[in-house]
């Protein structure tokens, strides 16, 4: 199996310009989770889905931040307009049913700068 | 809510020395624990998980952790540690009810000096 897989694995772009970063989970996977990894705060989830459904979306910044899984084998985290605070690596999860009992796959991350 | 607080940011150790990483976590609810290493430019990848039973979890590369219920710990060992064990390492819960909601620590940086 190719694993998780993000692109791209790195994007520098201006503020207030859109960005979109992709995910590919695990074929078979049925949950799929974004994460966000800064100096400040650390690793946290943004967003997880199960079933292509999103379920929790509390630890999205704000509404600039959207996310969504069109199909069991794509998902979107896109950020408009961008702000240099968003500079970050974000990380792309999956696991095989959304369980707590469950191993989740990273991606290697995007690493994202905004200047 | 639950928080997961590692206590040492970064820990030096030279090769084949053994090595204890420290884990501790707050919670209201049972949780599951989990540790995850992060190679320099990487995603993380699972070292071990406790789920229930035995204690003592053994995981890859020869690391193990020890689940201590009372002290709300989760604590990481090797005996005897490699300059490739260089990482980030996390630990993270998650609640019994949230289904896979991650809540990771701050991470703990493991770097063997030869």
């Known amino acids: 199996d190719a694993g998780v897989i993000q692109s791209p694995r790195h994007e520098v772009t201006e503020m207030g310009q859109e960005v979109t970063l992709r995910c590919k989970p695990i074929s078979g996977h049925n949950s799929l989770f974004w994460y966000r990894q800064t100096m400040m705060r650390g690793l946290e989830l943004l967003i997880y889905?199960?079933?292509?459904?999103?379920i929790d979306d509390s630890g999205m910044p704000e509404d600039r931040f959207s996310a969504k899984m069109p199909n069991a084998s794509f998902s979107t985290l896109k950020i408009q307009p961008s702000e240099p605070r968003d500079s970050a690596v974000y990380f792309c999860?999956?696991?095989?049913w959304g369980a707590g009992t469950d191993t989740q796959y990273f991606g290697p991350g995007t690493r994202l700068t905004v200047l | 809510a639950q928080s997961v607080t590692q206590l040492d940011s970064q820990v030096p150790v030279f090769e084949e020395a053994p090595v204890e990483l420290r884990c501790n976590y707050s919670?209201?609810?049972?949780?599951?624990l989990f540790w995850y290493v992060q190679y320099p430019n990487q995603g993380l990848q699972l070292l071990l998980k406790y789920l229930s039973g035995s204690t003592l979890v053994k995981g890859i590369n020869g690391f193990e952790a020890e689940f201590n219920k009372s002290q709300t710990s989760f604590h990481l060992r090797k005996p005897s540690v490699h300059i490739s064990d260089t990482a980030e390492y996390f630990c993270?819960?998650?609640?019994?009810?949230?289904?896979?909601?991650?809540?990771f620590g701050q991470g703990t940086e493991l770097s063997v000096k030869p």
């Open positions: 999860a999956s696991s095989p």
């Open positions: 919670s209201s609810v049972s949780v599951y």
């Open positions: 889905f199960n079933n292509n459904v999103p």
């Open positions: 993270a819960v998650t609640p019994y009810n949230q289904g896979g909601k991650l809540i």
